[in-house]
């Protein structure tokens, strides 16, 4: 359960599957653009995506960790 929530939200949001599918929209209107024929690999959308959960994981996760070393009161006033 740890980082689920990170986890949808960095899949869901701007930055998870917007993100590659954007990405890979750009790289086809440029192919096409210069007259080549498009391909973009499913493995660079995959990556993509992963490379986003990886850091939505990272980012959920370090303030967490960092809070629970804390006493309960003053984790509630660091904010």
Excluded: K
Excluded at 2 to 25: H, K, M, P, V
Excluded at 35 to 61: E, H, K, M, Y
Aim: aromatic share 8%.
């Amino acid at each position: 359960m740890l980082g689920t929530e990170s986890l949808l939200l960095s899949a869901l949001g701007a930055r998870g599957t917007t993100g590659s599918l954007l990405g890979a929209a750009a790289a086809y209107g440029f192919a096409r653009f210069q007259g080549w024929t498009p391909v973009v690999p499913p493995r660079s959308l995959a990556g993509g995506l992963a490379a986003t959960l990886l850091i939505g994981v990272i980012a959920g996760l370090y303030p967490a960790f960092r809070a629970a070393r804390l006493h309960p009161t003053v984790a509630l006033n660091a904010t």
